[in-house]
């Protein structure tokens, strides 16, 4: 019997997820800049600890490999630690390391030409489950399980400027404003990938689609 499914909001014109991003704290942000760009090695230590889930979050659901994911956010600091004297601090600095991380993911990603591997269904890091959670039998987890790993095989098999904007806006929850400032796009550009996206992911899904699951 197939399982109650509810309806993800992966795929939903509107809305974010109900993740677990930590919220950003600007002032802290700006005093662990501020203390970088004088040279203290110590309050940089502090404000990668901030970022580097996310960091790896991203990498590892563009690229989907765990190791190249850690490889490719520690480059990511050191183009950061490289860059931070020219970074003005009268905006916000989420969107410029996300933008710094997404050239560094596009630059390997375009040196290995081939599409990211699937992620682990397993993976602590995967996209909200689709399924109902409240499914108790071995049957019912299964196949929710696969229907997991079928959401994030049809988003990684987006072309890479579809894939950014889904994983910005459902991964870290950021607003259209924040994409278009970190992937140096307009937000109306960013809004046509976004309704491109939904639907090709849309087509790829449409044998999910139910009653209960019709995005």
């Not at 480059?75 to 989420?94: G, K, Q």
């Not at 990938?193 to 044998?207: E, F, N, P």
């Amino acid at each position: 019997m197939t399982p109650h499914v509810r309806k993800t909001r992966l795929l939903r014109a509107g809305g974010h997820s109900s993740g677990s991003r930590p919220e950003s704290d600007g002032a802290l942000d700006a005093a662990l800049i501020s203390q970088a760009q004088r040279g203290d090695r110590d309050a940089f230590s502090l404000l990668m600890d901030l970022y580097r889930e996310r960091v790896v979050r991203l990498a590892l659901h563009m690229v989907g490999n765990q190791e190249d994911a850690q490889d490719l956010c520690q480059e990511t600091f050191v183009r950061v630690f490289r860059a931070l004297d020219s970074f003005d601090s009268r905006r916000a600095f989420a969107p410029w390391i996300y933008r710094i991380a997404h050239n560094v993911i596009l630059d390997f990603l375009r040196r290995r030409k081939t599409r990211p591997a699937l992620i682990d269904a397993n993976t602590d890091l995967s996209y909200e489950e689709v399924t109902d959670p409240t499914a108790e039998s071995p049957q019912g987890a299964l196949i929710s399980k696969e229907i997991n790993r079928e959401v994030m095989a049809a988003i990684q098999s987006l072309p890479d400027s579809y894939r950014s904007v889904v994983v910005f806006r459902y991964l870290d929850e950021l607003s259209y404003a924040e994409i278009a400032e970190s992937l140096n796009l307009t937000e109306a550009n960013v809004m046509m990938r976004m309704s491109r996206a939904r639907r090709v992911l849309r087509d790829k899904l449409k044998h999910l689609q139910t009653e209960d699951f019709n995005p």
